[in-house]
T-cell receptor, first 116, second 114 residues
Framework: AQSVTQLGSHVSVSEGALVLLRCNYS??????LFWYVQYPNQGLQLLLK??????LVKGINGFEAEFKKSETSFHLTKPSAHMSDAAEYFC??????????????FGKGTHLIIQP | DVKVTQSSRYLVKRTGEKVFLECVQD?????MFWYRQDPGLGLRLIYF???????EKGDIPEGYSVSREKKERFSLILESASTNQTSMYLC?????????????FGDGTRLSIL
């Protein structure tokens, strides 16, 4: 069974500082990995996804993530935090089986706080 | 842009009522999903559907059922609402069964059961 662990339910950084949100997964097959962002009172918006190929994935709003198979990690980074980045971030994994469930397994989320 | 619309943003119901949450997507997507979101627990999959009249149980289907009579519409039904079903409910859709297809989410329905 697949699972996702997000380290830190809350992460606080100063505006302009590096953002690092950690995600580790477990999967019995090569995974497909996603990061979603949720702003207050809204649904989830896709930031980026890893399927196959290049392990460094670039997403929207200046975010990127690197798939490291040896570490079973998919950490999300942004070089310089902006106040508008304050939100809840979710890492998700999908294994699939060429016809199996496409439902995602989500981590519990990390609330990103940006200090002025 | 894909539009996933949930019929209500906020809903208050009483224990024992039968509750319907409606979701409509406008992009002819095959897959539709219902999740519930609780603080500290993230999102958990309740049910999903690959096609009209098809449904599959997710991780926490107990106390819920679903209906998909038309491709664009996926309804979540609480047969007899209980207070532990107070939660945020999120509907999502994706284009087809490929596992690398992202899901598109609605804005959620915050349901309170009194």
């Amino acid at each position: 069974a697949q699972s996702v662990t997000q380290l830190g339910s809350h992460v606080s950084v100063s505006e302009g500082a590096l953002v690092l949100l950690r995600c580790n997964y477990s999967s019995s097959v090569p995974p497909y990995l996603f990061w979603y962002v949720q702003y207050p009172n809204q649904g989830l918006q896709l930031l980026l996804k890893y399927t196959t190929g290049a392990t460094l994935v670039k997403g929207i709003n200046g975010f990127e993530a690197e798939f490291k198979k040896s570490e079973t990690s998919f950490h999300l980074t942004k070089p310089s935090a902006h106040m508008s980045d304050a939100a809840e971030y979710f890492c998700a994994v999908s294994e699939g089986s060429g016809g199996g469930a496409d439902g995602l397994t989500f981590g519990k989320g990390t609330h990103l706080i940006i200090q002025p | 842009d894909v539009k996933v619309t949930q019929s209500s943003r906020y809903l208050v119901k009483r224990t024992g009522e039968k509750v319907f949450l409606e979701c409509v997507q406008d992009m002819d997507h095959e897959n539709m999903f219902w999740y519930r979101q609780d603080p500290g627990l993230g999102l958990r999959l309740i049910y999903f559907s690959y096609d009209v009249k098809m449904k599959e149980k997710g991780d926490i289907p107990e106390g819920y059922s679903v209906s998909r009579e038309k491709k664009e519409r996926f309804s979540l039904i609480l047969e007899s609402a209980s207070t532990n079903q107070t939660s945020m409910y999120l509907c999502a859709s994706s284009i087809y069964r490929g596992v690398n297809q992202p899901q598109h989410f609605g804005d959620g329905t915050r349901l309170s059961i009194l």
